[in-house]
């Protein structure tokens, strides 16, 4: 092999994330770099952070991103506010919240585990009766959109929950953040992380955060030291929260700071609530063709996440060979199953910038394709005008 400069092929995105950038993102992240300490990125970092503060919805203070996925911002939540001892009630009715209970297990908690089958969302009278058992539970966690299953639960009630109980609740909006409404504020919630490749359409690998004043004051009343060097706030903070006196902590990923900032930019520009509404009306669409193409959505319409479509693979049909025909033959990438739906369903994603016309036409017809050719029982013929009677009917 000799060394050569890498050029990605072209896709569409429309997995459960990443998702496509938009080529000012892309734009963006091609500019110089410049010191982390620079006076000019300290100005960028102050707008990213009032522009994150707008799309949580929120005043908080300690607002953020955390240099590193999704996956980053779910720990970082968890190694500050989780001690040996804490009792935190978890919410799984999926993949992402069985992860919330492993953070919790490995900050020496105790997980008290609130189960709802996957595929619905999580029922508040379950958690209403795990506080009733469990008085001293320090903080409720919860994914307000759970993308291996496309369900959406409701955060409000919940976060209502936790404040009734005097508890903090820590929310994963990875999946929901510009695609449904995320209101920090409205909901009273505590501690809540998303990332930067889902519905933002950023480049992987930065997770934005918020804490309530409550979780900050749950930080500063530890009573021993975060096990996470990276992670700790009351680091981190010295950083992100310095004003223009910022002190070295880690080096900020400057040029991927610069693409979350023009994706927020984007956002702002968009406004949130037609954001959320371009999502759902493209999911309208996208659903319509493929119940006209004879294919099902197992999640009942009122818990569905317009952002991430599971959808049953029919009987018989080979679901890993018609992912890998989209993806070789349209470029077109879509995601499979995870855990318990594994092989089951694929997931369609319509995030940020893979929410157009165009993808989900796209989508339709690679699939329409696709399962056809593997004499596949469905429908011909059907699903485009059905999908464009709802976009522009
Ligand atoms: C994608 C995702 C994560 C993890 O994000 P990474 O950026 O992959 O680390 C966490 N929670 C949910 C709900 C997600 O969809």
């Given amino acids: 092999m000799s060394p050569a400069s890498f050029h990605p092929p072209r896709r569409l995105l429309m997995g459960p994330g990443p998702s496509d950038l938009h080529p000012r993102v892309l734009a963006a992240m091609a500019?110089?770099?410049?010191?982390?300490?620079?006076?000019?990125?300290?100005?960028?970092?102050?707008?990213?952070?009032?522009?994150?503060?707008?799309?949580?919805?929120?005043?908080?203070?300690?607002?953020?991103?955390?240099?590193?996925?999704?996956s980053a911002g779910m720990e970082a939540c968890f190694v500050n506010l989780v001690e040996p001892g804490d009792t935190v009630i978890v919410c799984v009715n999926g993949v992402f919240g069985g992860r919330m209970k492993e953070n919790v297990e490995r900050c020496g908690g105790t997980a008290v585990v609130v189960d709802d089958p996957w595929g619905r969302p999580v029922d508040p009278a379950k958690v209403a009766a795990a506080f009733a058992a469990h008085p001293q539970a320090k903080a409720l966690a919860f994914v307000h959109a759970e993308t291996s299953t496309g369900v959406a639960s409701d955060a409000a009630a919940l976060c209502r929950l936790a404040r009734d109980h005097g508890a903090l609740s820590i929310v994963d909006t990875v999946t929901s953040l510009g695609g449904i409404p995320v209101r920090v504020d409205e909901w009273g919630a505590d501690a809540v992380y998303s990332g930067s490749q889902k519905c933002l359409s950023c480049a992987p690998g930065l997770s934005p955060l918020t804490f309530s004043p409550r979780a900050v004051e749950a930080v500063r009343n530890r009573r021993g030291k975060c096990p996470s060097w990276f992670l700790d706030f009351s680091l981190l903070l010295g950083y992100w929260g310095g004003g223009a006196k910022r002190a070295y902590h880690h080096t900020a990923p400057v040029n991927a700071l610069y693409g979350l900032h023009e994706s927020l930019l984007m956002l702002h520009e968009e406004g949130l609530d037609a954001a959320c509404a371009r999502h759902r009306h493209h999911h309208r669409a996208l659903v319509a063709g493929l119940e006209a193409m004879g294919l099902s959505l197992p999640v009942a319409p009122a818990d569905r996440l317009p952002q991430l479509n599971a959808v049953r693979v029919p009987d018989g049909v080979d679901e890993a060979a018609v992912r890998a025909a989209l993806l070789t033959r349209f470029g077109l990438e879509i995601g499979a199953g995870l855990g318990a739906?594994?092989?089951?369903?694929?997931?369609?994603?319509?995030?940020?910038?893979?929410?157009?016309?165009?993808?989900?036409?796209?989508?339709?017809?690679?699939?329409?394709?696709?399962?056809?050719?593997?004499?596949?029982?469905?429908?011909?013929?059907?699903?485009?005008?059905?999908?464009?009677?709802?976009?522009f009917g």
Avoid: Y
């Fill in 31 to 70: 500019q110089p770099t410049v010191g982390h300490l620079d006076p000019a990125f300290i100005g960028l970092m102050d707008d990213v952070k009032s522009l994150l503060q707008r799309a949580f919805g929120t005043a908080n203070e300690l607002t953020m991103p955390i240099s590193g996925p999704g």
């Fill in 341 to 391: 739906l594994a092989g089951k369903v694929w997931r369609i994603g319509l995030m940020g910038q893979s929410c157009s016309a165009a993808h989900v036409m796209a989508c339709l017809t690679g699939l329409e394709t696709v399962l056809a050719e593997m004499q596949a029982p469905i429908h011909q013929g059907k699903a485009a005008a059905a999908a464009s009677g709802v976009l």
